[in-house]
Structure formats: C-alpha cells, structure tokens
C-alpha cells in the first residue's frame, strides 16, 4: 500500500492522465520510478509538480476526488484493458504482409470501440470532478491540460522530424539503429516516403483536428455524451485511414528490407511492445493500488 503522501501524488497524476488523455498516460504510467528518467518525462514530472503547487487542493477536496475514480475503476479497468489489446490487435494488422484489408478493418473497429468507451469514461470523471474545483483551480487545470497537450504535440513533431530526416538523408531511423542499409535501399525507402508524403500530411492535419475537437467535448462541465461519442467517430475514422496508410507503407518498405533486417527490425518491435504492455500492466496495477 502507498503512503498518504504518494497516494495524493499518484491520484493526482491519475486524474491528470485521464484528463490529458492516453498518450500523457502511457507516459505517466509506462515508466519504472526507480529508473533515470528521459527529459521528457522529468519534463512531465516538473510541469505536473508546479501544478500541484498551484492547485492547493484540500483534504476535503482530495478525499472528494478520489471517491470519484473509486467509483469508476470498475469501469475504467476494464476499458483500459480493452484499449491495449485492440491496439495490439491493430498493431499486428499493421505490420502483416501481405496487406489484409479483412484484420485492418477488424482492428480498427475494435480500437474506435474501445476509445470511444474512454472518452465516454473520461467526459463523466471530468464532470464529476469539475464542481470539486473553485473557479480558480479550473483555472489552473485548465492552463496545465493545455500546456501539457502542447508538449506532447512537440514531441510527437520532434519524433516525426527526426524520422523524416533520417529517411531523407539515410542515416539510421530512430529507434531501429544501424541496419546497415545500402544506398540503394536508403533511396527506395527515401522514394516511398516522398511519395506518401502529402497523404501523410493530409492524415496527420485531420487527425490533430478531430483530437481537438473530441478534448473540448470532453472537458464539459455537463457531460455531453453524444457529442463525445460525435467526436470520438470523428477521430475513429481518421485513425482508421491512417491504419490502413501505415500498413500500405510498410508493405511497400518491408520488400526493401533484407531477411537479416526484417529480424533486426521484428527484434525491436519485439522489445517496444513487450516495454509497453508493461507499463499497461503496471498502470492497472498503480490505479488499483492508489483507490484500494
């Protein structure tokens, strides 16, 4: 059991990865404390306890919190665990070759179900949780869940960049290291981005759009329910296009790849899924553990 102290600061960064949304959980939730943080999440880390300073919550207050996310974990729980399979299940999809239009679409249904389940859970906490605040702490909620949306837009750029870059100058991707790549094969993999490129651009727009919108249904005073489910589908279908763009580029790409890289490559996708089902794990794990 956690003490007093880091179970205020546990339920605290819960409630603010739920109002966040998934990709500030993953982050809050994926990393072993005892571990040397990266900059980005002690950047995290540092915004998160400049909030709590200035939220000042009460005893009252706390305790009014956290009988809320009690009352939803039984919800929650399983939401989130129906949101890591589907991924998972879309991930596969994703990298199959040949294509198969069939389990992509199965995929992507099955995420959109379950993110529109979230968004759902989401929206009724913010509602509850919403008059617990004075004026004032809204305030303060309000500029952290913007100033951390901003951050994880900067680092989802700063991450595309560093791809881009790679590709069009041939230096090792990011996070597969050196695979020993030909010039030949360094221009085919340059050529199927370029010609990608503008639908890349189109997908990414629409879907920074559609996740702007589903935030600000979302964060209602009033739950809205329709209109979060409205904007979830908005986003589902964006997702879904840019499921099915993933898979065309990797089927394209994975005929440039030697059976030596292909290994090289399933190597370390191998690593990152099993690093993120184990954070899953853990998330569940640190919800169930700051409630009971």
Avoid: C
């Avoid at 939220?55 to 956290?66: H, N, V, W, Y």
């Avoid at 968004?119 to 309000?142: C, D, K, N, T, W």
């Amino acid at each position: 059991m956690i003490s007093k102290r880091h179970s205020y600061l546990a339920t605290s960064l819960f409630v603010a990865s739920l109002l966040a949304g998934p990709a500030f959980a993953q982050s809050a939730g994926s990393k072993n404390v005892e571990a040397q943080p990266s900059p980005a999440v002690s950047g995290f880390v540092g915004e998160f306890l400049d909030f709590l300073d200035a939220l000042d919550l009460t005893d009252s207050q706390r305790a009014e919190i956290k009988a809320i996310l009690r009352s939803h974990s039984r919800t929650l729980i399983p939401i989130l665990q129906q949101e890591a399979q589907a991924r998972e299940a879309l991930f596969a999809a994703i990298h199959h070759v040949p294509m198969e239009n069939t389990a992509l679409e199965r995929g992507a249904r099955a995420a959109a179900a379950a993110d529109n389940l979230l968004a759902l859970e989401r929206a009724r906490i913010f509602s509850e949780i919403y008059p617990v605040l004075s004026e004032e702490q809204r305030g303060v909620v309000a500029a952290f869940l913007e100033k951390i949306r901003g951050i994880i837009l900067e680092r989802a750029s700063d991450i595309r960049g560093r791809i881009e870059a790679a590709i069009m100058t041939g230096q090792p991707l990011p996070a597969l290291g050196n695979l020993g790549l030909t010039e030949a094969q360094k221009q085919a993999l340059k050529e199927i981005y370029t010609r990608h490129e503008p639908e890349i651009e189109d997908i990414l727009a629409r879907e920074k759009s559609a996740r702007t919108d589903l935030v600000a249904a979302i964060r209602r005073p009033v739950a809205n329910l329709a209109a979060v489910s409205a904007a979830s589908a908005s986003v589902a279908t964006v997702d879904r296009d840019l499921a099915f763009l993933r898979a065309q580029i990797w089927n394209e790409a994975a005929l440039v790849f030697t059976p030596a890289q292909h290994e090289k490559i399933s190597a370390t996708r191998d690593r990152v899924h099993t690093l993120l089902a184990s954070g899953r794990k853990a998330l569940t794990v640190f919800i169930l553990d700051l409630l009971y």
